[in-house]
């Protein structure tokens, strides 16, 4: 038989928990509410404790976190705004309380990872994962490892070109105002439309702008990562009509710069959804107690 392992999808709503070793073989899932640190921690453990024994937990976090083992506060969400949150011990709490190994990283380091092991970045070495939300982050595979240098990437937060006349929105960003998660997650489309993205028609002209934002931030990936892949995924992209205005702007903003075939010809096979769907995120978690309990 082999290992079972546990994820937490580790988010600033919900916390999602499940138990298994990969896309075929997930046996229980539970959503727990994010409230406070000791309620939700609590109720993790003790969904982890009615199963047997598990070889060891993976955590894809909500940020920003400390993912440096040398640091005291190794395994923390460090100076987080959300209420309560700020320098919570979750790898630490959890790993002490169920007596396993723990693998932790970024919510978007995981999902690259689970897509790594089974989904869109199988046999790759050098892609992204990004998501667009609530908010906007990106894991990076680079040579075959996920970057994370001096804290984490921080993906969303990078500055694009912001035409005031054309959209005069300020942004939503709490440090930065018009970064690009200010201009482009979901918060900001409703706040600059009035209504939530998702009940925008598909003709709106929000998509257009939105589109040509996130082609931005791709061509800034894209000449300072070279990735062989672009996964996005988050609540946002859940539009169809969006893939397709990316991948044009992208083509129309390198302008054939970057000489590659799968960008000049093939541009629906490198800006993809993520293969694992929804489940990106739980199973990036197994994959990081995958990938811990094989580094011990
Ligand atoms: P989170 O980032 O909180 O984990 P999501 O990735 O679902 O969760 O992102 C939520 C954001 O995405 C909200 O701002 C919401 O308005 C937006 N959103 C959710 N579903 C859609 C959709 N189908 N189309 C466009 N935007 C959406
Ligand atoms: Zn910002």
Not at 40 to 67: M, N, S, Y
Not at 113 to 124: N, P, T, Y
Not at 189 to 198: H, Y
Request: hydrophobic share 40%.
């Amino acid at each position: 038989m082999c290992a079972l392992y546990g994820g937490i999808e580790a988010g600033g709503t919900k916390f999602v928990c499940a138990i298994g070793s990969g896309p075929h073989d997930l046996r229980d899932i539970k959503r727990i509410p994010t409230t406070t640190p000791s309620e939700t921690i609590g109720q993790v453990i003790e969904f982890f404790k009615g199963h047997g024994t598990i070889a060891a937990v993976g955590i894809a976090a909500f940020g920003p976190v400390d993912l440096d083992t040398k640091s005291p506060t190794f395994g923390y969400i460090t100076s987080t705004p959300k209420p309560g949150w700020a320098f919570t011990d979750l790898a630490g709490l959890v790993g002490r309380a169920l007596k396993v190994h723990v693998g932790f990283d970024t919510d978007v380091n995981g999902a690259a990872l689970g897509e790594h092991r089974w989904g869109a970045a199988q046999d790759l070495n050098d892609f992204i994962y990004l998501t667009i939300g609530t908010g906007i982050g990106g894991g990076a595979m680079v040579n075959g490892k996920l970057a994370h240098g001096l804290i984490h990437p921080e993906m969303g937060h990078i500055r694009l070109p912001h035409d005031l006349q054309a959209d005069p929105y300020k942004g939503h960003c709490p440090f930065h105002g018009d970064c690009f998660e200010g201009l482009a997650n979901g918060p900001a489309m409703q706040e600059r439309w009035g209504q939530p993205a998702e009940t925008l028609p598909a003709d709106h002209p929000a998509w257009a702008l939105e589109a040509r934002y996130i082609a931005f931030a791709l061509q800034n990936y894209i000449c300072t990562l070279s990735p062989q892949k672009l996964i996005l995924g988050g609540g946002v992209m859940e539009q169809p009509q969006l893939f397709g205005m990316v991948r044009q702007n992208v083509q129309q903003m390198l302008n054939e710069y970057v000489s590659a075939k799968q960008i000049l010809k093939d541009i629906d096979n490198y800006i993809v959804p993520p293969k694992l769907g929804k489940q990106a995120g739980v199973l990036g978690a197994i994959a990081l107690a995958i990938h811990a309990h094989r580094t011990i």
